[in-house]
């Protein structure tokens, strides 16, 4: 799969959509790993994505087009994943931990689970600490 990020863009388009369809086989929690393998494999560049406007967030097909992936990116990626083939309900949480001085993007799956919160775990909701308080929320549906 590292040749994914590689590929031109139409073949990135292509093989993300063999992905998204190759889910259906797999278990619930089993789809929801391999969706935070796949996207923790993305070459991560510079920050370029506006946190705080999801009216300025790329749509699914944009920027695995443009092939930039920042951190929050990869958030969109495992949501635009997810929701493009109907597997879960999805949300986007912006989050702000102020003990840790960071903020970022993290995806709510099914009001359950959080990908992009720890670097290639699927956490539950209830991993999420206790410094750590949601700015905003954004429905994927909204996005597409």
């Not at 009216?55 to 087009?65: H, K, N, Q």
């Not at 879960?88 to 799956?109: D, F, G, H, T, W």
Request: negative net charge; hydrophobic residues 40%; charged residues 25%.
């Amino acid at each position: 799969m590292h040749e994914f990020w590689q590929s031109s863009p139409k073949q990135r388009l292509s093989v993300w959509r063999q992905f998204r369809k190759s889910l259906a086989e797999m278990e619930y929690t089993e789809r929801l790993q391999a969706i935070v393998d796949f996207w923790k494999m993305a070459p991560i560049s510079s920050m370029h994505t506006d946190i705080y406007d999801a009216s300025t967030w790329p749509a699914p097909w944009e920027f695995v087009w443009e092939g930039r992936y920042d951190e929050n990116n990869i958030a969109l990626g495992m949501a635009y994943t997810l929701h493009l083939e109907g597997y879960a309900e999805c949300e986007i949480l912006l989050v702000q931990n102020s003990k840790k001085s960071y903020i970022s993007l993290i995806v709510l799956v099914d009001k359950l689970h959080i990908l992009n919160y720890n670097y290639g775990i699927v956490n539950s909701v209830d991993d999420i600490d206790v410094n750590t308080r949601i700015v905003e929320k954004t429905k994927v549906i909204e996005l597409t």
